[in-house]
């Protein structure tokens, strides 16, 4: 079997593994997802595993497909148990990953669309920061890290290097890493037993 073939197989199960846990914390309502950011997260990720299909990526895109449909049946979920304090730049990062498929269905700028999807994408990462400032224990530590190794190893599944196949892997590898560390960094200031009062 080819090497490629088997990172992007890996790096799909440790998608499922954790979000699979994520998923169970939803359910047990320990964790508690912002629905925003999952919409967005819907959105960007189908829009970019489009743009890297489009790049060659081939079954490096696999684990970006894997991870846009967790967002939607996470979206979904969040709609019951989820965050739904909606702020402007919420909506405003939903109108932006709209533009971004704009950009590359109507405009015909790939390259461009692929940059304004992984911004989104990050942003779209700031009401779930906002609600973990205060509650870092509704975040699954776990699904974060994972993510973050997830997304290292996907890059080594890509099929052809461009900015198109590499910018979502190489940005997320970073945000996951960087929010596990923030997430660590919290909890040392916030005792869970605060947080249950």
Excluded at 21 to 48: E, G, N, Q
Excluded at 153 to 179: C, D, G, H, Q, R
Aim: net charge positive.
């Amino acid at each position: 079997m080819n090497f490629k073939i088997i990172i992007s197989v890996i790096a799909v199960i440790l998608s499922f593994v954790g979000y699979g846990v994520y998923i169970r914390d939803i359910i047990r309502r320990k964790t508690v997802p912002h629905t925003f950011t999952f919409l967005v997260w819907s959105i960007a990720s189908s829009v970019t595993w489009a743009l890297q299909v489009h790049g060659g990526a081939g079954v490096g895109s696999w684990v970006t497909l894997s991870v846009s449909l967790i967002c939607i049946f996470i979206f979904l979920l969040s709609l019951r148990y989820g965050e739904k304090q909606i702020t402007f730049f919420d909506v405003l990062f939903l109108l932006l990953a709209l533009f971004a498929l704009f950009l590359w269905l109507v405009i015909k700028q790939p390259v461009w669309s692929v940059i304004l999807l992984v911004l989104i994408d990050v942003l779209g990462f700031a009401p779930t920061v906002r609600k973990s400032w205060n509650k870092p224990y509704e975040e699954g530590l776990f699904t974060w890290e994972i993510t973050a190794f997830r997304h290292g190893l996907s890059i080594l599944a890509l099929e052809k290097f461009n900015i198109l196949t590499m910018l979502y892997p190489v940005v997320w590898t970073i945000a996951n890493a960087a929010f596990s560390l923030f997430l660590i960094v919290r909890r040392k200031k916030i005792p869970l037993e605060k947080t249950s009062e």
